[in-house]
């Protein structure tokens, strides 16, 4: 059986100045019909309603309006016909270009057509056409994205160099078998010329430099101005948290790489990653890493910095809002509150012989614990810490996904958290979001917040409540 789709056979149509039947009038038909202004092609475009671009183009050379419905003859003479309209419209269209052994482009509509459209990917006079057989447009469009993402920036050099090198071929009369690792050595004697890493003191005077932005937790809204500008002026920007995809409307021009976290792995060891970075600020470019919360609380950006200082290049940092306190203030809890708690203790949960001697030197009443990356280990936590001596009564809350739109909390005590979680002690995973664990009398402060806005807004209710 042949691939499906085989029976497809790609080609590129030369429109200019050939006529071409476009029937609709509505926003599909209009982009339509800039795709073919742009070929050059005559157009003909038939509906009895038009929007007012297509409207527009009645008095355009080369452009015929006619605002009425679509008859048979309307096919006569035309090199192609594109039909956007209703069903039924779009299946007169076909049966009548069928009769004329005409080629029907129906847009959304695989039973009437004859040709299908095709997701255009073009850059540097290449083009590529992506086809779904007209089952998923909407997965061609994603297609057409990432394969725009990936062609370089310079290919037309490409292309300049491999019609160099086919004069070259036909001159000398290359054999067919040479040409193309011929035509591979030129590139990539292109792109070594192209990526030959400067000096530091040249890669500092053309730019390059790494900057280490905190992305905050979440919410591009809570992303520093001067983050901001910095993406804005990035040439390519390595990110390991899924949250900061919202901010890449601020570096549009910059290239993204994902170097987070798959399936609780780090997708690229850490030594690899400064390298990279190196390497990147080598070539003048500038870096932007942006990690989630601020880069130095558990983002190993300490680690980053040294190594950049070690190869002399530049690196700023530039602070972020931390999920150490963060996640607790989005849940209304103070990590300090006067009278209830004066410090607090940012803890890594991930290891026990990490957090368990932070824990042992935690005053038991009057501070805060916040534990980063603990969820998995929460119940061995709370336990730990009612073996210290923590009071069971003692407020704890998980905050997950803070600053995201999966945002969620939930609060409890240290004696029902250790008891729960014994039994799905299955790790942060298992909420499928980040989340953090806030222990200690503050974390009361939130209901109490809570309850009096409850009682502001209808304090009768609240005082009888209070009877
Ligand atoms: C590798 S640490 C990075 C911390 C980050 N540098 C910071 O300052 O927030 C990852 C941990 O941060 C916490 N975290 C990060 N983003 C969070 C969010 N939006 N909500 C709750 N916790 C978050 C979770 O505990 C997660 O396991």
Request: glycine letters at 10%; one cysteine or more; proline letters at 5%.
């Amino acid at each position: 059986m042949s691939e499906p789709g085989a029976e497809l056979f790609p080609l590129f149509l030369k429109l200019r100045d050939r006529a071409v039947l476009l029937v609709g009038g509505g926003p599909v038909a209009t982009a339509k019909a800039g795709a073919l202004a742009e070929a050059g092609a005559r157009v003909t475009v038939v509906a009895p309603q038009l929007t007012d671009a297509l409207a527009a183009l009645a008095g355009a050379r080369g452009w015929t309006v006619c605002q009425r419905g679509f008859v048979a003859s309307d096919v006569e003479g035309m090199w192609l016909a594109i039909a956007a309209a209703t069903s039924p419209v779009n299946r007169a269209v076909a049966d009548a270009a069928e009769a004329r052994q005409l080629f029907l482009v129906a847009v959304d509509d695989p039973a009437s057509a004859s040709a299908y459209g095709a997701g255009i990917v073009r850059k540097a006079g290449v083009t590529v056409a992506i086809s779904t057989s007209g089952q998923a447009p909407a997965l061609a469009g994603l297609l057409r994205e990432g394969l725009e993402a990936v062609l370089p920036d310079d290919l037309n050099d490409w292309v300049e160099q491999a019609a160099r090198q086919r004069a070259a071929w036909r001159a000398d009369g290359t054999p067919m078998a040479d040409r193309r690792p011929r035509l591979l050595a030129a590139l990539n004697e292109l792109y070594r010329q192209r990526n030959r890493p400067l000096s530091s003191e040249d890669a500092v005077a053309a730019g390059g430099r790494v900057t280490l932005v905190g992305a905050g937790p979440g919410d591009a809204d809570l992303l520093t101005r001067r983050g901001a500008e910095r993406l804005g002026q990035a040439d390519i920007v390595f990110y390991d948290a899924l949250s900061s995809e919202t901010m890449r409307t601020l570096a549009p021009e910059a290239r993204w790489f994902y170097v987070g976290k798959r399936a609780c792995r780090q997708s690229i060891a850490q030594d690899t990653l400064n390298r990279l970075l190196i390497k990147e600020a080598s070539r003048g470019r500038r870096v932007v890493r942006l990690k989630a919360g601020d880069p130095f609380v558990f983002g190993r950006g300490g680690e980053e910095a040294l190594a950049l200082a070690h190869a002399g290049i530049p690196c700023e940092v530039v602070p972020g809002v931390s999920s150490a306190v963060a996640a607790a203030a989005l849940a209304g809890i103070p990590v300090t509150h006067r009278g209830v708690s004066s410090a607090f203790t940012v803890v890594s949960g991930h290891h026990q012989a990490v957090y368990r001697p932070v824990l042992e030197g935690v005053p038991r009443t009057g501070s805060t614990i916040v534990v980063l990356m603990g969820l998995r280990h929460r119940a061995a936590i709370a336990g730990h810490l009612l073996q210290l001596g923590w009071r069971g009564e003692t407020p704890a809350a998980v905050v997950l996904g803070a600053a995201t739109p999966a945002a969620s909390r939930f609060v409890s005590t240290l004696a029902a958290l250790a008891a729960a979680g014994a039994s799905d002690d299955t790790g942060d995973e298992d909420f499928g979001r980040p989340g953090v664990l806030v222990i200690g009398e503050a974390v009361g402060v939130a209901a109490e917040i809570e309850r009096a806005y409850a009682a502001a807004a209808a304090p009768d209710a609240a005082e009888k409540g209070t009877r």
